[in-house]
Protein backbone atom coordinates (compact mmCIF):
# COMPACT_ATOMS: atom_id res chain seq x y z
CA UNK A 1 0.00 0.00 0.00
CA UNK A 2 1.09 3.86 -0.88
CA UNK A 3 -0.05 5.90 1.77
CA UNK A 4 2.66 8.23 2.92
CA UNK A 5 0.55 10.43 4.45
CA UNK A 6 -1.39 8.32 6.98
CA UNK A 7 1.80 6.80 8.04
CA UNK A 8 3.10 10.26 8.39
CA UNK A 9 0.41 11.25 10.72
CA UNK A 10 0.23 8.50 12.55
CA UNK A 11 4.67 8.88 13.41
CA UNK A 12 3.10 12.18 14.42
CA UNK A 13 0.66 10.85 16.65
CA UNK A 14 3.15 8.60 18.21
CA UNK A 15 6.11 11.10 19.41
CA UNK A 16 3.23 13.03 20.32
CA UNK A 17 2.00 10.42 22.80
CA UNK A 18 5.34 10.00 23.69
CA UNK A 19 5.76 13.40 24.88
CA UNK A 20 2.41 13.38 26.43
CA UNK A 21 3.45 10.72 28.85
CA UNK A 22 6.90 12.17 29.49
CA UNK A 23 5.02 15.97 30.03
CA UNK A 24 2.63 14.35 32.42
CA UNK A 25 4.75 11.86 34.41
CA UNK A 26 6.92 14.96 34.64
CA UNK A 27 4.44 17.34 35.52
CA UNK A 28 3.06 14.51 38.54
CA UNK A 29 6.50 14.55 40.30
CA UNK A 30 8.31 17.85 39.90
CA UNK A 31 5.04 19.88 40.74
CA UNK A 32 2.37 17.93 43.10
CA UNK A 33 0.21 20.67 42.95
CA UNK A 34 -0.27 20.82 38.88
CA UNK A 35 -1.05 16.55 39.77
CA UNK A 36 -4.66 17.06 37.81
CA UNK A 37 -2.60 18.71 34.56
CA UNK A 38 -0.52 15.80 34.71
CA UNK A 39 -3.30 13.12 35.06
CA UNK A 40 -5.17 14.83 32.15
CA UNK A 41 -2.06 14.59 30.00
CA UNK A 42 -2.13 10.67 30.95
CA UNK A 43 -5.35 10.72 29.69
CA UNK A 44 -4.99 12.38 26.37
CA UNK A 45 -2.06 10.23 25.78
CA UNK A 46 -4.44 7.25 25.99
CA UNK A 47 -6.91 8.68 23.90
CA UNK A 48 -4.28 9.41 21.72
CA UNK A 49 -2.81 5.96 21.20
CA UNK A 50 -6.54 4.54 21.49
CA UNK A 51 -7.02 6.22 18.30
CA UNK A 52 -3.84 5.43 16.63
CA UNK A 53 -4.73 1.61 17.59
CA UNK A 54 -7.84 1.89 15.76
CA UNK A 55 -6.41 3.92 12.56
CA UNK A 56 -3.44 1.13 12.22
CA UNK A 57 -5.54 -1.62 13.19
CA UNK A 58 -4.86 -4.02 9.75
CA UNK A 59 -8.36 -4.77 7.60
Known amino acids: ?3 P ?3 TLITLAMITVAALVWGG ?3 IR ?3 SDRVRG ?3 LV ?3 VLL ?3 A ?3 WPT
Do not use: F, Y
Open 25 to 27: VWT
Open 30 to 32: KRP
Open 50 to 52: GNV
Open 1 to 3: MNR
Open 39 to 41: LLM
Open 54 to 56: IVA
Open 44 to 46: AAL
Open 5 to 7: LPD
